[in-house]
């Protein structure tokens, strides 16, 4: 075995991470494919993103339980060297979507995504446990308001409903059960940390306020507390499924909304079902789920089937751009940009989190795509035109409109161009003739001429397909 | 497309973000409370410009109190809800959705655009002048146009050269241009990417002409209003403008900052019902100023927290002047945790507004029936 087709690399890393550049192309199509997911898989080899710079930057992110700082979550997405690991943090933060706008001073939602980090690719029960002891969660779903006697279901619904289940599992009585459950379930007050900032909350169990009685939870029977109720619902089938739909969702294709769920069956039963035979045969891990995922063909045929998310849209075109490198006072409209195109990272809308696929888009949130890609291709500086420009200058000194195209359609990743779109930017491209590189004056025009294209690229139907 | 005959009803809503102070925006001048609630955070009483023996507005409002006296201004006492939210992002939420109890999805101005425009045939029948939709407008079916920036407002904005620009739209064009058989995702992004094109060329034009010897202030509040009123007079179908004035989260250093907010908020609500007059395009507008939660009534020595009841104001030439409800009590015994308790729910509101004036069904949009206030008179 030798290699890998350099569009099924490309494909593999849009999904498992944000994109690669034609540069770690080149380096990843001398391996083997198995070898690049399990890299990907086992990301723990790999150093963590350096955040001296970062911490220097943006003072706000030394604060322990600072405010929610998207832009560095987006930097961290650009420069890691664990993609999936960033990758997986956002899928978790898709199915278990916590707004830090519940109040004007909830418990630190930096703090969740960091777990979500670690937790990326572990087993479902470590990862349901840890989201139940989770401050930012406890609160954004109540389950602080959760007593002995007076419980709230808010917490209990949500885990079995839109965490782990889907509708139509399960009763009301085995929520109300579940509720019970995680009574006293709750977190500490903050700590001053002076003068500034805080010490995070933490988990804290109160005995006292936990009903220990008797409770039937999903067909059993017995005095449970919350880590019984979380070891229960990992075993359920519906839970295999559930997940698997979701990952399938993220990774492969583009399924109805959720709430559709209980009553449209899946795009593709097929890979559902092996996906859930991978939950069942690895007890859960989600490495395990995504090797077969990402080892599938229905992975590898799914190719440009999902609409990009704007959190994939903006930092696989920064990537494109080759920027965000080093933090920068301006990086905070990096967030502005994705919130603006629908995804306010670390503000989902509802606790039902984005809705995903063809309701990204709308007119607003189109413009807002194609302005944004366009503008951060404008600099004939940038890496993405410098490369091109080496590229079409090697040889001879000239490059044909075709070679134009071809060079900026796979730069921008963007192979699933239309014929009607590759005439129309060819006939566009020809329109200004041969490029030159023969003298200074020529390249700086050239240059230009590279810039426009790939800003038509990225403005594209196609480009909007991840 | 568009009837250029009939003047329709149209509603300008302008948010204020971060919570209006109500209580020093429209001040119990001649309650003692008043000043041992606000040792610090308070207006001085021979500053005032008085409604009546209890209420004044505050002396940084004097172009509103202009409307006010001119009796094109109705001021709503005591507006909010049960259980006021306390966070600007819940807050908000819920004057949006009309859903105090639970977080849903679609806002009442973008219910009521499905109503007026079922088939979605304008995508200027409701724009947001900001970044992005606001939830009150988003509902599935309904179309809305958001515009940052109407001068420069459209695709490939950033391209500086005049030419470039042109032939990336032309492209842009082409690449759009529906395709059959491409599958419906595909031509749905076509179908909305031609649209863009066409509700820019269509504003674009449509604003061409556009002159006023009304000289609007340089700040926010005043561009969006200016922009509200260019499009407006544009009459290019437009039934909802949307936009909002940002700052009101007043925490600390209030005395300072809360006057400018309202010189710029008075001024250029004026500004812009003078410049619709001047073009013999008033009468068909009304407008709605809200905010998300009143302040604390206790002042914190700089500032004041978020609190709950709140006022709103309604203003046009067709608006039932005065005061409407009841401003709530000072009393402590009467104050929810320490914030006023509102007297009148911004649902019923939102009916008198849809009801009377835009001529729509309100118990959809709003979720039931609440007591509306006799605003409007339509003519």
New interface residues.
């Given amino acids: 075995m030798s290699g890998t087709d350099r569009e099924l690399v490309a494909h593999l890393m849009r999904r498992a991470g944000f994109g690669a550049t034609q540069d770690e192309i080149d380096i990843l199509e001398l391996r083997d494919y198995e070898d690049i997911v399990e890299d990907l898989l086992n990301p723990e080899q790999f150093p963590e993103p350096e955040e001296d710079v970062a911490r220097r930057y943006w003072i706000a992110l030394n604060n322990p339980d600072g405010p929610n700082y998207p832009a560095y979550w987006i930097y961290r997405m650009v420069n890691t060297l664990r993609p999936t690991e960033e990758k997986m943090a956002l899928f978790w933060h898709h199915l278990f979507p916590t707004?830090a706008?519940?109040?004007?001073d909830p418990p630190s939602s930096n703090v969740q995504i960091e777990t979500f980090r670690r937790n990326a690719l572990a087993d479902f029960e470590t990862i349901l446990l840890d989201l139940a002891k989770d401050p930012a969660m406890i609160y954004f779903l109540d389950n602080s308001e959760n007593h002995n006697g007076e419980p709230n279901e808010n917490w209990g619904r949500e885990l079995l409903e839109l965490f782990s289940m889907g509708v139509g599992n399960y009763t009301e009585s085995d929520i109300k059960n579940a509720a019970r459950a995680f009574t006293g379930w709750t977190f500490t007050q903050p700590i001053p940390l002076d003068p500034y900032a805080r010490y995070p909350s933490e988990f804290l169990y109160l005995e006292n306020d936990h009903d220990d009685g008797e409770k039937s939870f999903l067909g059993e029977t017995g005095p449970f507390n919350g880590e019984d109720i979380i070891a229960i619902i990992v075993k359920q089938p519906a839970t295999a499924k559930f997940l698997s739909r979701h990952l399938y969702n993220f990774f492969v294709a583009?399924e109805p909304q959720v709430p559709a769920w209980d009553n449209v069956p899946p795009l593709d039963p097929d890979a559902i079902d092996i996906l859930v035979k991978a939950y069942i045969d690895s007890k859960g891990e989600i490495s395990a789920m995504l090797r077969v995922l990402f080892n599938s063909e229905f992975f590898k045929n799914g190719r440009f089937k999902k609409?990009k998310s704007p959190t994939e849209l903006v930092v696989g075109t920064v990537k494109i751009a080759g920027g965000m490198k080093f933090p920068e006072p301006g990086h905070t409209g990096m967030a502005?940009a994705a919130?603006?195109?629908?995804q306010g990272l670390q503000?989902p809308?509802?606790?039902e989190g984005w809705h995903t696929?063809?309701e990204w888009?709308?007119?607003?949130?189109?413009?807002?795509r194609?302005?944004f890609a366009?503008?951060q291709l404008?600099n004939t500086s940038a890496d993405s035109t410098k490369k091109i420009v080496d590229y079409l200058s090697a040889e001879g000194g000239t490059a044909s409109p075709n070679q134009l195209v071809e060079a900026c359609v796979a730069a921008t990743g963007c192979t699933n161009v239309?014929d009607?779109?590759r005439s129309?930017?060819i006939e566009?491209a020809a329109s200004e003739g041969v490029l030159s590189f023969n003298t200074e004056t020529a390249t700086k025009s050239s240059a230009a001429r590279i810039a426009?294209m790939l800003?038509?690229i990225v403005?594209?139907?196609e480009y909007?397909f991840a | 497309m568009v009837t250029k005959d009939a003047k329709k009803p149209t509603l300008v809503v302008v948010q204020l973000a971060g919570g209006n102070d109500f209580m020093n925006t429209i001040i119990p001048y001649s309650n003692g409370l008043y000043y041992d609630y606000r040792p610090t955070v308070r207006i001085a009483e021979d500053t005032v410009l008085p409604i009546n023996d209890e209420l004044a507005f505050n002396p940084n409002a004097a172009p509103l109190k202009e409307l006010y006296d001119s009796g094109d201004m109705a001021i709503i006492q005591g507006v909010g809800y049960e259980n006021s939210s306390?966070?600007?992002?819940?807050g908000m939420d819920i004057w949006h959705t009309c859903e105090p109890n639970s977080?849903?999805?679609e806002g009442w101005v973008g219910k009521a655009i499905r109503e007026l425009d079922p088939s979605g045939e304008n995508?200027l029948t409701a724009i947001?002048f900001g970044?992005?939709?606001p939830?009150a407008m988003v509902a599935s079916g309904a179309?809305?146009?958001?515009i940052g920036d109407l001068d420069t407002y459209?695709?490939?904005?950033?391209?500086q050269a005049e030419q470039?620009r042109t032939?990336?739209l032309?492209?842009?064009q082409?690449?759009?241009t529906p395709?059959i058989g491409?599958g419906p995702?595909?031509e749905?992004?076509?179908r909305?990417?031609v649209?863009?094109l066409r509700?820019a060329e269509i504003l674009k034009n449509g604003i061409a002409t556009y002159s006023s010897n009304v000289e609007y202030a340089d700040n926010p509040i005043a561009k969006s209003l200016r922009d509200v009123s260019r499009v407006h007079i544009a009459d290019l179908g437009t039934r909802i403008f949307y936009t909002h004035h940002a700052g009101y989260d007043t925490h600390a250093n209030e005395l300072p900052t809360h006057p400018k907010l309202l010189t710029d908020l008075s001024r250029a609500i004026n500004d812009f019902f003078r410049d619709l007059r001047n073009h013999n395009a008033s009468e068909n507008v009304v407008m709605l100023v809200f905010t998300e939660f009143g302040r604390r009534v206790q002042d914190n020595h700089s500032g004041t927290d978020?609190g709950a009841g709140g006022g709103a104001f309604v203003i046009g030439d067709r608006v039932n002047g005065g005061l409407h409800g009841a401003y709530p009590s000072l009393d402590l015994s009467d104050l929810e945790f320490g914030d006023l308790r509102h007297t009148y729910d911004f649902r019923g509101l939102y009916s008198s507004l849809l009801e009377q004036w835009m001529g729509v069904d309100s118990n959809p949009i709003v979720g039931g029936t609440y007591e509306q206030l006799p605003l409007l008179s339509r003519a």
């Fill in positions: 707004s706008g519940k109040s004007s583009d609409i502005d919130a603006a195109m629908g503000l809308p509802t606790v696929g063809k888009i709308d007119g607003g949130t189109l413009t807002e194609v302005n366009v503008n404008a239309t009607e779109t129309a930017l566009s426009s800003q038509s403005s594209s139907i909007q | 306390r966070s600007h992002f819940r977080v849903a999805t995508s947001n970044r992005g939709l939830r179309t809305a146009t958001s459209g695709l490939m904005t950033g391209v470039q032939q990336a032309d492209l842009f082409r690449i759009y395709a491409t995702v595909q749905y992004l076509a909305t990417g649209d863009v509700g978020h």
